[in-house]
């Protein structure tokens, strides 16, 4: 059989194959799924955050330096996903996904969110100026989340593959990490309504400014200034 007979099977078989589908309780790895059309639903909240400006980080400074800026940011961003209790499940370059489920997901995802701002402001970007006090380079970032039902399932080939998650949260955080770094914290009105005061307040003060994502039919969003301490 030739390769392009090779393909064509393969898509047939995707589109013709019934779907395995059963309610998750638990954020899915990679063990979990079968390679054939078998899925996990899952209620999730779900947080991209983003580095912003990587192209000019990559095409003005040396490789090294913006490796650096990298690593720094994704270990920031990923040890503060697992610390409040969410699961990191997928890298691309300058980028990485978190997923949250159970009753205080949201809320648990916007801290998260406002403390990844912290991060770069309070930790990175002084320990940056420290090593490298001549450089122009100021680390900016944008993290974008939102919650919603989620069907995940395997794609790619046997050692090459990798969980996709398919759903309205996945694609509207990321989408939302692609917004003004000026506020470096996106949110959806499902998220904001949800999410416990703790997250919305700072000593009386609302940290939300609503806006009308007009790309998205005008969806209700929310963005941020604030951060979160970390002790």
């Not at 159970?102 to 403390?115: P, Y």
């Amino acid at each position: 059989m030739g390769f392009k007979a090779d393909l064509e099977a393969d898509v047939g078989k995707i589109y013709s194959e019934q779907w395995t589908r059963r309610d998750g309780r638990k954020v899915p790895e990679d063990v979990d799924l079968k390679s054939g059309n078998d899925a996990v639903d899952l209620e999730a909240t779900i947080l991209y955050t983003d580095l912003d400006e990587s192209t000019q980080l990559v095409e003005n400074y040396d490789d090294w330096f913006a490796a650096e800026n990298y690593k720094t940011f994704l270990q920031c961003a990923t040890k503060i996903i697992r610390s409040e209790g969410g699961h990191v499940r997928s890298f691309d370059g300058d980028r990485v996904m978190g997923v949250f489920i159970g009753d205080s997901k949201n809320t648990s995802a916007v801290r998260c969110g406002l403390k990844i701002h912290y991060a770069v402001k309070q930790i990175i970007q002084p320990k940056l100026k420290k090593q490298y006090p001549n450089t122009k380079y100021v680390m900016r970032h944008v993290t974008g989340i939102d919650t919603s039902k989620v069907m995940v399932a395997k794609a790619g080939i046997r050692n090459s593959n990798d969980l996709v998650w398919i759903g309205r949260a996945a694609n509207h955080a990321a989408k939302l990490s692609s917004m003004s770094a000026a506020y470096p914290t996106w949110i959806t009105d499902k998220v904001y309504d949800a999410m416990l005061d703790q997250s919305k307040y700072s000593n009386g003060k609302n940290m939300w400014e609503k806006r009308k994502w007009t790309t998205q039919n005008n969806r209700r969003i929310y963005r941020s200034s604030y951060w979160w301490s970390i002790k």
